[in-house]
């Protein structure tokens, strides 16, 4: 059977209609209007940080729950209105969003913001303290009011803690510009690691995210699924069986937005008119596949070896596995692989 030629490779799937009006709104990255059950955390966070729009210095902020309970989202909507209201009233203020698994190095965090503010600074080569003088001047150029989000900080501070001990301290040599923190994690315990001194100053103020319930996982997917999915594409049972699953997984919202949007991939991909029950279990497996495969393809080398170990002898008839064989195949899949 021949190939379609490259100008007809998707036409006939251009033909299925779509089940979605933006599906952009079920991905994490989006912010939305509007954040259900999260109000006394949006009201707590805008109070620490008005002093931004009468010229001062907030306060800096350590903001934690488990994954999905809205840290991010909340930051970043206070940080949205913040910048809106200080155009509004004429104070220069910034809210830079870093994401510390990405920029996961002192270097490159120092990097990006001082480029943030006109820098032309390399991505390796220049030590630490040259770029961040660099970045001193370049924020310190006129009077400004700048929050930096630092989101998964835990990351940034099991490399060490140099950047943050620094810029919790950066306020004291400048003269026009004033520097304010928010530090976002998944990990309650991460402050064990810092240095008495960053512990202290980088948590002036902490904000707690407790998990949602089903209920509240349900009003969030309403939400989000009437601008993301067209009209009576999802039947009833999909909102609530994507909210039971996520509830499961310590309240995640974040998990119910991906089966979401993944149940009406699955369903698009099949040419349905609807979203149902079958398509968030098969969304379910994926996204839990999806994760095992991604968790192994992380692990270090030599757990990768172990782990093959144990399945080359498991599919060779053993079953009782001992960590002696193990480590026989093992050692020997080192020498192999070197």
């Known amino acids: 059977m021949e190939n379609k030629s490259l100008d007809g490779l998707f036409e006939d799937l251009l033909q299925n209609e779509s089940l979605f009006k933006n599906k952009e709104v079920l991905r994490p990255s989006y912010t939305p209007a509007s954040l259900p059950h999260r109000t006394e955390q949006v009201n707590t966070l805008a109070t620490i940080l008005v002093s931004a729009l009468r010229g001062d210095t907030p306060s800096n902020i350590l903001i934690y729950g488990k994954t999905g309970t809205g840290k991010t989202a909340v930051a970043r909507y206070v940080g949205i209105e913040l910048e809106r209201k200080s155009d509004d009233i004429n104070i220069e203020c910034s809210v830079l969003y870093l994401n510390c698994e990405v920029i996961d190095t002192q270097y490159r965090l120092l990097a990006n913001l001082a480029k943030h503010f006109g820098e032309d600074i390399p991505m390796t080569g220049w030590p630490t303290d040259q770029v961040f003088t660099k970045f001193k001047?370049?924020?310190?150029?006129?009077?400004?009011?700048?929050?930096?989000?630092?989101d998964e900080i835990d990351k940034l501070v099991k490399k060490g803690d140099d950047v943050l001990y620094n810029l919790s301290r950066i306020n004291t040599d400048l003269e026009n510009a004033k520097v304010s923190m928010i530090g976002i994690s998944n990990d309650l315990k991460f402050t064990e690691f810092?240095?008495?001194?960053?512990?202290?100053?980088?948590?002036?103020?902490?904000?707690?995210?407790?998990?949602?319930?089903?209920?509240?996982?349900?009003d969030i997917l309403r939400q989000r699924a009437s601008i993301a999915y067209k009209e009576?594409?999802?039947?009833?049972?999909?909102?609530?069986?994507?909210?039971?699953?996520a509830a499961q997984e310590h309240g995640d919202a974040r998990r119910a937005l991906d089966l979401l949007r993944v149940a009406g991939e699955l369903a698009?991909?099949?040419?349905?008119?609807?979203?149902?029950?079958?398509?968030?279990?098969?969304?379910?497996?994926?996204?839990?596949?999806?994760?095992?495969?991604?968790?192994?393809?992380?692990?270090?080398t030599q757990s990768k070896l172990a782990l093959y170990s144990v399945m080359l002898l498991r599919n060779n008839g053993y079953r009782n596995v001992t960590t002696g064989e193990v480590y026989n195949v093992y050692r020997q899949l080192c020498v192999n692989v070197d």
């Open 268 to 300: 698009e991909r099949e040419n349905e008119t609807h979203v149902g029950e079958p398509h968030v279990r098969r969304a379910q497996e994926k996204i839990e596949i999806d994760r095992i495969v991604e968790v192994v393809r992380t692990l270090p």
């Open 232 to 245: 009576n594409v999802l039947d009833e049972m999909v909102i609530p069986l994507c909210s039971a699953f």
């Open 137 to 150: 001047e370049a924020i310190d150029a006129r009077k400004q009011v700048i929050i930096i989000i630092l």
């Open 194 to 218: 810092l240095d008495p001194r960053v512990k202290s100053s980088l948590g002036e103020e902490e904000i707690i995210f407790p998990p949602y319930d089903a209920e509240q996982i349900s």
